[in-house]
């Protein structure tokens, strides 16, 4: 990571959220989307990210646009109901990704594909684990390489939860978000599973998912038998 | 436009492209797309755009990666293919933009919307130009900024090419592209054109659209007849 891939935003004053968020018709309440933390990014900003965050904190922290984000989850949303549920794939292989992404799967009747990503899944036909996406979302970029390669590989469409700290290389359509907390991915996967399905005309536009979002989230294990990746 | 907006790519070699690029899997030969100069940024780069950028010339003018415009120009209308194309509204307010846009959407039967953009078209549904599309092709967000900002209001997916000096605030996927020549608008619009077809079904992959690219050009008058804007 050299010196020109971050960027400063020195000029930016700095606020409090909550003064200067209007949350008018988010997907959430605003406060119920900053206590998620989606908006908490890096310390780290890549250039290509820069058109996302919102503002710098003290201590270095960069602090996405909650607003953009709200808007991608409907995009993305809008992009995703367009396709067979069986041919949509969701990808995940670090831990905390994991559980939000089987439980979006099950609710949206799509794919999960969890844990380690074996080289030819996307783009080897002899793969005994070879499945044929016609988009693939996925939840970090740098840790979910080997996917996005593939599917820019053979050409389908790339949907990634991207942090300030990701490059956008291969991502065809970005979510901006925290994607490493355990809640964020929560509540993101969440979101974007209910607004699939509301555009699907599964729910209608003010009906919730009757999945509660701590479904969606990662249990911690007790400390004695915490797993750590 | 501060100092902070514009990148640097110094480190990047020159090179020239007949010797880098592969032209392999384009979907036009490589020689016919950069004679079109779809290629040819402008000498000023975005932040956001540099992602998309391949070098600088010794002139200083900004070299799109070709085989990204290529392959973005395949997720769009993977996209684009799959809505009604009465829903789908191209639109261009510059001149050079126009036929191609009109060309685009005659062949796809999609929505052309050309000339001066009035406010309230995409927003207004008491206009008496009213048009709710469910996805927006832009061709040059700085001149169709209105718009972006109203399909981004209403919340539509919106497409838009992409010069090295366009934000690329409120664009849900970029075509990287010269959005200024007009050999370069017609180029990319046929090849669109010729995807979304394909996409659909209604060509082969190997199929070519039966409209020329001379056909998508804006022709130049006589000297003494020329329009200037």
Same mark, same amino acid.
């Given at each position: ?108 009747? %799509?794919?999960? +594909? ?5 080289? $030819? #899944?996307? /783009?080897?036909? !002899?793969?005994?684990?070879?499945? =044929? ?37 291969? %991502?065809?359509? +970005? ?5 490493? $907390? #355990?809640? /964020?991915?929560? !509540?993101?996967?969440?979101?974007? =599973? ?36």
């Amino acid at each position: 990571m050299s010196e020109r891939d971050e960027f400063e935003l020195n000029e930016l004053e700095l606020k409090t959220e909550e003064e200067e968020i209007s949350g008018d018709g988010l997907l959430l309440p605003i406060e119920v989307l900053l206590s998620s933390g989606i908006h908490i990014g890096t310390r780290m900003g890549m250039k290509a990210m820069e058109q996302f965050v919102y503002r710098i904190r003290p201590d270095g922290l960069y602090v996405l646009d909650i607003k953009q984000t709200d808007d991608r989850i409907r995009i993305a949303a809008k992009f995703i109901s367009r396709f067979d549920p069986s041919k949509v794939v969701a990808v995940s292989s670090r831990l905390y990704g994991r559980i939000p992404v089987q439980k979006f799967c099950e609710v949206s009747r %799509t794919v999960a +594909v969890v844990g380690r990503f074996l080289p $030819g #899944r996307f /783009s080897n036909p !002899t793969s005994t684990d070879y499945v =044929a996406p016609e988009v693939v979302i996925v939840t970090d970029p740098s840790a979910d390489r080997q996917a996005v390669t593939e599917a820019a590989l053979v050409g389908v469409p790339v949907i990634t939860l991207c942090d300030t700290d990701n490059s956008l290389q291969d %991502t065809d359509l +970005v979510i901006p978000a925290n994607n490493k $907390g #355990r809640k /964020s991915l929560a !509540t993101i996967y969440w979101l974007l =599973a209910q607004q699939v399905m509301r555009e699907r005309g599964e729910l209608s536009s003010e009906e919730t998912l009757s999945v509660p979002i701590e479904d969606f989230e990662t249990k911690l294990l007790e400390p004695s038998e915490e797993v750590f990746e």
